[in-house]
């Protein structure tokens, strides 16, 4: 009988998880079910003993962290940000995990980025947090660009990074107000994601003073702000690679497989190609 395992969110229409997880689980020579699971914030409780049958499954807006309660324990990276993408079912003992933190840090540093040097992240909300804290974490001097009127929420963000970098240097601006030279850029803003493609969310000027880009955004594969890097020789990398490297989290964690760079590039490449073909 097949393994199951499975993707939970409420609306997932333009989920990428099952063609990347089934082509991990292709790779290995293994025959799962890997199904969709939607489920409404209000039925989570009613369905949670169905859900949690599953030998393993990732989880997604708006269940990161509903879905906390119905678990047995949390892996140190969930705890850290309180919020579960991957869940881990080992004889009954159900396990939670963020593998969007694996995601980002592999995806960086198979692309050549680093996290030790100044840093600009272009917004602070959900996943943006998520790399503030572990730029800081990573010894970068951080600093968060927002709109004028975000800068409440960045200041939030500011504060969890100094509990969990006490020494970090934090400064925050407005889009307006960024200025000086950085090693890295972090887009963290929907700016730029189709259908509104034409978008770039910073100047050609900050552009031109940065080392290099990373862009969350996976749709389209490349961005506006990469093509002005690409234009400026500055290397960038999107947010492709942070699904993919996030999903090969899951399957270490799930059954401890191990997968070469060039087997993930392949996916990421073949994914690209699905995103631009199936997702316009």
Not at 17 to 41: A, C, G
Not at 59 to 75: E, Q, S, W
Not at 193 to 202: I, L, S
Not at 274 to 280: A, M, T
Request: with cysteine; proline share 3%; glycine share 8%.
């Amino acid at each position: 009988m097949a393994k199951k395992y499975c993707i939970l969110g409420e609306s997932l229409k333009h989920t990428m998880s099952p063609p990347i997880h089934e082509r991990l689980f292709q790779l290995k020579n293994k025959v799962v079910d890997y199904e969709i699971v939607e489920v409404t914030p209000e039925n989570l409780e009613k369905e949670s003993a169905n859900i949690n049958a599953f030998c393993g499954y990732n989880v997604t807006i708006p269940h990161k962290i509903g879905i906390i309660k119905y678990l047995n324990r949390l892996d140190e990276t969930a705890k850290r940000y309180g919020a579960v993408n991957c869940v881990d079912n080992k004889d009954g003992a159900l396990t939670g995990y963020n593998t969007d933190v694996d995601g980002f840090l592999r995806s960086l540093k198979s692309a050549g980025g680093k996290l030790d040097g100044n840093t600009l992240l272009l917004g602070s909300g959900g996943v943006g947090r998520m790399m503030g804290i572990e730029a800081c974490r990573h010894g970068s001097a951080l600093t968060i660009a927002v709109l004028e009127n975000m800068i409440p929420e960045a200041q939030k963000v500011k504060d969890d990074i100094l509990i969990q970098a006490p020494k970090a240097e934090v400064e925050i601006v407005t889009f307006e107000e960024i200025s000086g030279k950085y090693d890295l850029l972090i887009n963290a803003t929907p700016v730029g994601m189709y259908p509104k493609t034409n978008a770039c969310v910073v100047s050609d000027e900050v552009i031109k003073n940065v080392d290099f880009v990373f862009d969350a955004i996976y749709n389209p594969k490349t961005t506006l702000l990469m093509k002005k890097a690409d234009s400026f020789g500055i290397k960038n990398i999107g947010g492709m690679a942070m699904l993919v490297w996030q999903a090969v989290s899951a399957h270490e964690i799930w059954d401890g497989d191990s997968y070469t760079d060039e087997q993930i590039q392949l996916i990421i490449d073949e994914m690209q190609i699905l995103v631009e073909r199936d997702f316009k």
